[in-house]
């Protein structure tokens, strides 16, 4: 009787790498560059409780790794990663999890906002110089229902009026910051690094243009060597959240009507103006526009 005998042999596959999606820690824009020295943050499946022995590797460089959260890591860009195409990992005890590559440029400017979505309020603050000297500073950002940040309004006064930034990806310029207030310019003062916290920059603006003509909100935007970074969202000449105040005028006077809301808009419906004879006309507001 003739016996077989067979060999099975198991070997343990190596687990392909998950997708990593790389973005500014300040704008999250998946579609922008990244800096040297920068923010970051990237997003992927394979980070997973236990949240420890992460590490990330640029190119042949290891990056701080300062925040780890479950599907997310934040670091800090390596200083002297050279501009073009860089292989980023992600990596534990057991090897790479998480890949891949992202476009280096000298500047990746981001401004850091309230929502920490990269949109609406900045996480800034506005500093009022009066005329005798004192000063005065208030957040740019106020909490609003349902965990939200919008907005804070402030009046444009005769005091002089200069706005703080923050943000990243900015300290590698080599020429120059321009700025605009519901398009108009404002004078840059500063663009450096921020000096307390690694990777962040700030960024000095006044003293702000009068937009007196202008209420509500209007976008502040930010260009750092012909780069536009994130626009963000700034609301002068407007009451306080909760609080009263007169806005844009109706184009006709009127009593008596109706008011409706649909989509954000405000409806007028009708009314009895100064003329006393009973109108059918729509009047329609727009608050973000104040108009």
Not at 13 to 23: F, G, N
Request: some cysteine; hydrophobic content about 45%; aromatic content about 6%.
């Amino acid at each position: 009787m003739t016996r077989l005998c067979a060999l099975l042999i198991i070997g343990a596959s190596a687990v392909e790498p998950q997708t990593l999606s790389i973005v500014s820690a300040a704008s999250f824009d998946p579609r922008g560059s990244l800096a040297p020295d920068m923010i970051v943050t990237a997003f992927s499946s394979a980070i997973v409780p236990p949240l420890t022995g992460y590490s990330v590797n640029v190119g042949n460089s290891s990056a701080r790794v300062f925040s780890v959260a479950e599907g997310q890591i934040s670091f800090i860009m390596p200083a002297g990663v050279p501009a073009g195409e860089a292989a980023i990992t992600v990596r534990t005890q057991d090897g790479v999890v998480a890949a891949a590559t992202a476009r280096i440029a000298p500047v990746a400017p981001g401004i850091f906002t309230a929502n920490s979505s990269g949109t609406g309020a900045p996480a800034g603050q506005l500093l009022e110089i009066n005329a005798d000297g004192s000063r005065s500073a208030f957040d740019l950002f106020q909490a609003a229902p349902g965990g939200i940040y919008l907005p804070r309004p402030f009046f444009m006064n005769p005091g002089e009026l200069f706005i703080i930034l923050y943000g990243t990806g900015i300290r590698g310029r080599s020429g120059s910051v321009t700025a605009t207030l519901a398009g108009r310019p404002v004078p840059v003062l500063a663009a450096v690094a921020q000096g307390t916290f690694e990777g962040l920059d700030q960024i000095n603006l006044g003293p702000l243009p009068s937009v007196t003509d202008r209420r509500g909100e209007v976008d502040l935007e930010i260009t750092v060597d012909g780069v536009t970074a994130n626009r963000v969202t700034v609301a002068p000449n407007g009451p306080a959240l909760g609080q009263w105040g007169t806005r844009g005028q109706l184009l006709e006077a009127n009593s008596e009507m109706a008011v409706g809301e649909l989509a954000g808009k405000i409806y007028v419906l009708g009314g009895y103006p100064a003329t006393r004879q009973t109108k059918n006309t729509v009047q329609l507001y727009d608050p973000i526009q104040d108009r």
